[in-house]
């Protein structure tokens, strides 16, 4: 197609503002403990819900008198670990699986096929919430969740992709000369899959932001002094009408990562000219 | 078409057995002694020989899957158990609240088909301003969070302006902030999706076969490129729904809307596991229902998936 440089360049535009959007976000979660004026949770009751820029609190102060910019960063710290723990698992239990089930004998194929069938049953959070509701609130039962139920999408994109790449040439030679299962799905079949379990992981980025965010909006994740963005945004309710900055800023925050991680995902989609439509 | 349903019914009943087996094994992970729950509620006292007797009454003394099969039979028969919080059956609390969320996404899913055909009609021109104005809010939409959106809505225009209630049920147009914060999400993206579609038309033969006629360009949209890029949209209809379902959680705990989410999230902090599981449970039944009627609808429209599933 003619258009198919324009389209390579824009995905290097789209590409670069994701990173740089992700990348600022994860560096003032990294510098965090260096870079806010004050501690996240200190409470100071004589300087309670102060507008933005009107004290040393650049950001304001929320309903105790904490910081809001030093729970903003530190917010951060805890949404990246988060990211970062939940894909981290995802990414490599979903894709080894999905290759077994992909290559394997067929009941195992058929039976995790059947079982992440009945896990993608329930629509988006729900199977999550309940089960962080049956861990108990916190953020370790909110990451564990996630990572129960969001494995399933690398496993169907890895089943789908090495069922196919089976039935490619240099994959039966493979077979045909004797090499074991192990050494196919290394040697053959994995790097394969890598730019597309890429790109799933960049778009999961801002989803995983999302879910976590989510369900602390409902008080399942981080408990109350602990200042997670979600929970941020949820404890600031009250005070809509007097201090509306304590709702907006969290919410904001929250929309930069998440449209960093989509930005990026879709970037490196066209990049590496994947289509737009299958199991990403 | 019957043996596609045929085929698409056969799967439906094995996921739905992998479904309740799943929360089945959920229920009997949670926290909380059913017999213990029952003694309390029944006020009588919890020694070790009443302790034995409730549980042999409750079936807690038999195998793991003859527990799955009572269940399960229970189950079909409509009956969700009981509340370990308020001792009210959970069947009765869920048909309760399940109009109200039933209510909301009925709404959110008809505000979503019009705005996403109206905007995919906009946009048919690739390049034109409609075009980027889609593209954008395809990227804001998949990114901001319902429950931002929600309360910046309800800050503006029940707090600020004073157009709508902010909170509850009832009122004239209090369900027009819990809808718009519910569709906004699943109407760009399907917008997106179809004026991606009515695009790809641009180059097909019977479209430069309408325009050599010299046929209108609005003729030529309405009359011949709408219908074959409708099918997407149905497809994706399953995928809607999905999300519709999964957002009304947060949209009714945001604007306090006694729904299944409301019920459910209330009982996860009351620790009242029967009724979380007959929440889910009832979720993923409604999804695998609008899945399958999408899948079949689909198929009807559309003879090449029947033909493909064989």
Not at chain 1, 180 to 209: D, E, F, N, Y
Not at chain 2, 69 to 75: K, T
Not at chain 2, 260 to 287: I, K, Q, S, T
Request: aromatic letters at 10%; hydrophobic letters at 55%.
């Amino acid at each position: 197609m003619s258009c198919g440089l324009f389209r390579h360049k824009q995905g290097t535009v789209t590409l670069s503002c994701g990173a740089l959007l992700l990348g600022t976000l994860a560096g003032l979660a990294l510098f965090a403990p260096l870079i806010a004026p004050a501690n996240p949770i200190d409470v100071n009751l004589s300087q309670r819900l102060i507008p933005p820029f009107e004290s040393s609190a650049l950001l304001g102060t929320d309903q105790l008198g904490r910081c809001v910019l030093s729970r903003l960063l530190h917010g951060a710290r805890i949404t990246f670990t988060a990211v970062f723990a939940i894909l981290s698992f995802t990414v490599l239990s979903g894709t080894l699986l999905g290759c077994l089930a992909g290559q394997g004998p067929a009941w195992v194929d058929g039976l995790l096929t059947r079982f992440t069938d009945g896990v993608m049953a329930f629509p988006g959070l729900i199977l999550a919430l309940a089960i962080a509701g049956i861990l108990g609130p916190g953020l370790s039962s909110v990451i564990l969740a996630l990572c129960g139920v969001q494995w399933v999408r690398f496993f169907r994109l890895a089943r789908s992709m090495t069922a196919s790449l089976r039935e490619r040439a240099y994959v039966q030679a493979a077979i045909i000369s004797g090499a074991g299962t192990w050494a196919i799905m290394i040697g053959h079949v994995l790097p394969k899959l890598l730019p597309s379990v890429a790109v799933l992981a960049t778009l999961q980025m801002g989803r995983i932001v999302l879910s976590v965010s989510s369900l602390s909006f409902l008080g399942l994740g981080a408990i109350p002094p602990a200042p997670e963005w979600g929970a941020m945004l949820s404890e600031s309710k009250t005070y809509m009408q007097s201090a509306p900055y304590l709702f907006f800023l969290p919410g904001f925050c929250i929309f930069l990562a998440v449209l960093g991680g989509q930005l990026m995902g879709m970037g490196l989609q066209k990049k590496l000219d994947l289509s737009r439509k299958g199991y990403l | 078409m019957l043996r596609f349903a045929t085929k698409r019914l056969l799967g439906v009943f094995i996921t739905a057995l992998f479904v309740t087996f799943l929360t089945f094994c959920l229920l009997k992970a949670a926290p909380g002694d059913p017999a213990l729950i029952l003694l309390q509620q029944q006020e009588s006292v919890a020694d070790e020989d009443s302790l034995a007797e409730a549980r042999q009454a409750l079936g807690l003394d038999r195998p793991f899957f003859v527990q799955y099969a009572v269940w399960l039979s229970r189950i079909v028969r409509g009956d969700l158990g009981g509340s370990y919080y308020t001792s009210a059956r959970v069947g009765d609390e869920i048909k309760r609240a399940f109009p109200v969320t039933l209510d909301l996404t009925l709404r959110a899913l008809l505000a979503t088909l019009i705005v996403s055909l109206v905007l995919g009609l906009a946009s048919a021109r690739e390049g034109g301003l409609w075009d980027y104005l889609t593209r954008a809010g395809a990227v804001f939409g998949s990114a901001v969070p319902s429950f931002w959106l929600g309360l910046l809505l309800m800050w503006i225009f029940a707090v600020q302006l004073g157009y709508f209630p902010a909170v509850g049920l009832g009122r004239p147009w209090s369900m027009v902030l819990p809808t718009l914060t519910l569709a906004l999400g699943p109407a760009l993206y399907n917008a997106r999706l179809f004026a991606a579609c009515i695009q790809e038309t641009d180059d097909e033969e019977y479209v430069l076969f309408a325009r050599s006629k010299g046929l209108s360009e609005t003729r030529i949209l309405l009359l011949h490129r709408l219908k074959p890029s409708l099918i997407p949209l149905v497809a994706s209809l399953s995928v809607t729904v999905g999300m519709l379902l999964a957002g009304t959680v947060l949209v009714e705990n945001i604007f306090a809307l006694p729904g299944m989410g409301v019920l459910a999230v209330e009982a996860v902090f009351n620790r009242d596991f029967p009724v979380v599981m007959g929440y889910v449970l009832a979720m993923a039944g409604v999804f695998t229902l609008v899945n399958l009627a999408a899948d079949l609808l689909c198929a009807w429209i559309d003879p090449r998936v029947r033909l493909e599933a064989r």
